[in-house]
């Protein structure tokens, strides 16, 4: 079965430096796709970035990256130069079969520092 | 530039009420699903529409039931709350149609649902 798998409950960053969020994930598909989304404290949902299973390069939006592993089933979301607003909670889905179902990880709270 | 609404945005219900949850998205899109929010779980996938005139049962459908209204509607109906369903619940939309495809889900602001 697929599933994905975020490890760390709760993460702390210094404002402006990087910070690193683990998510694995297992499917014997050989097509799937990894998306990362925020949910700030108001409840919103906000997409921020994908990884296909075929792209060679690893996904980058603004401060956001993706660190993808493919032989190790990882794809780590990692923020450069944190910023208050960057406190959320971060959610790693994957893509599941037809339809664009999305099955979530348990997600990673993220706490900023001033 | 509306996208995803959800209504209501909050709602206590007793045991045994019904309700619907509505949905709609201007975004054209062709699949719409409902998910719900419980704590410390992530969202799990209550029923998707991946067409117009299609529904399927995803992860956790116990309770539930939905209607694809037309291509911009998709309700979730509670026949008998039950107080195992007071969640978190949101709705999304993508263009998604057949696999792989990088279109993310675009989600609305969520309906809070307490059963009492």
């Known amino acids: 079965a697929q599933k994905i798998t975020q490890t760390q409950p709760g993460m702390f960053v210094q404002e402006k430096e990087a910070v690193t969020l683990d998510c694995t994930y297992d499917?014997?598909?050989?097509?799937?796709?990894l998306f990362w989304y925020k949910q700030p404290s108001s409840g919103e949902m906000i997409f921020l970035i994908y990884?296909?299973?075929?792209?060679?390069q690893n996904a980058t939006e603004g401060r956001y990256s993706l660190n993808f592993q493919k032989a190790r089933k990882s794809a780590n979301l990692v923020i450069s130069a944190s910023q208050l607003g960057d406190s959320a909670m971060y959610f790693c889905a994957m893509r599941e079969g037809q339809g664009g179902k999305l099955i979530f990880g348990q997600g990673t709270e993220l706490s900023v520092k001033p | 530039n509306a996208g995803v609404t959800q209504t209501p945005k909050f709602q206590v219900l007793k045991t045994g009420q019904s309700m619907t949850l509505q949905c709609a998205q201007d975004?054209?899109?062709?699949?719409m699903y409902w998910y719900r929010q419980d704590p410390g779980m992530g969202l799990r996938l209550i029923y998707y529409s991946a067409s117009e005139g299609t529904t399927d049962k995803g992860e956790v459908p116990n309770g539930y039931n939905v209607s694809r209204l037309n291509k911009r509607e998709f309700s979730l109906r509670l026949e008998s709350a039950a107080p195992s369903q007071t969640s978190v619940y949101f709705c999304?939309?993508?263009?998604?149609?057949?696999?792989?495809?990088?279109?993310?889900?675009?989600f609305g602001d969520g309906t809070r649902l307490s059963i009492l």
């Open positions: 975004m054209n899109h062709n699949s």
């Open positions: 499917t014997s598909d050989q097509s799937y796709g």
């Open positions: 990884q296909g299973s075929y792209d060679e």
């Open positions: 999304a939309s993508s263009e998604a149609r057949l696999e792989p495809s990088n279109q993310p889900q675009h």
